[in-house]
């Protein structure tokens, strides 16, 4: 918030002053649907439906975030 207050520019995919962060796009094209809800409760839902651990799955969902990001700045 303070960087925002100062007019400092941070590349963070996971939060955009009144927008869609770049990592809830990316999950809602992942998951082929729209959302309403924000990442960390969409993720906590996959998580809780495949029984895998929600810290678990939001790394890995990360990893490949970053892997396309850094694949489509190529």
Request: hydrophobic fraction near 40%; glycine fraction near 6%; charge should be negative.
């Amino acid at each position: 918030m303070a960087m925002e207050v100062h007019g400092i520019e941070e590349d963070f995919p996971f939060w955009t002053p009144g927008g869609q962060a770049p990592f809830d796009t990316w999950l809602c094209e992942r998951n082929g649907r729209a959302s309403s809800l924000r990442w960390a409760v969409e993720i906590e839902r996959e998580a809780e439906a495949t029984g895998t651990p929600a810290i678990d799955l939001f790394f890995a969902l990360l990893d490949q975030f970053r892997a396309q990001r850094e694949q489509s700045a190529r």
